[in-house]
């Protein structure tokens, strides 16, 4: 009886513990971060570097402290990051619906023939390219997407 107890607890102490340790290991650099943890959508708290660091500021073109200008995501374990533009939402994943929602099906009753329906309707999120025949909404294109959903022209793998 003892030896089970014994052994039940020495079991439940490992499985306590294993999380923990793997938590223990923390990364300041995106690139071993992210050969470590192979794909993640955002970096998580193993992370613990800046968000731009000065060599990922250099490969796109941004000053050190412009870190809320873009984001960084793994994908097999490579670095891909993203810089915010007008229509580019770089936090987002696609939406790649291609039902038309109310305000594409209203806009287009009130714009016939319209050849594209603006963000501000469809939404900054969608990856599908909408225009109007005769006031029937019709999808023009869609962005590819990768793997983890995000239009996959916005985002580049980067190294220093």
Known sequence: MFTKFVFSAVA???LWR??????QQQYRDPITYCQAVGT?????TRYVGPK?????????????G?????EWRCADSAVLACVYGANIPCGARADVSQVPTPAITSYCRHNKDASFIPMVVTGHETAVSWACHGKKPVVTSVAPTDAQGY?????RKVQP
Do not use: C, R
């Not at 412009?66 to 873009?70: E, I, L, Y």
């Open 18 to 23: 294993t999380p923990a340790l793997a938590q």
């Open 66 to 70: 412009q870190g809320s200008m873009m």
């Open 151 to 155: 239009v996959s022209s916005y985002w």
């Open 52 to 64: 731009l660091p000065a060599w990922m500021a250099k490969v796109l073109h941004l000053e050190p």
């Open 12 to 14: 439940i102490f490992a």
């Open 40 to 44: 993640i959508n955002k970096p998580d």
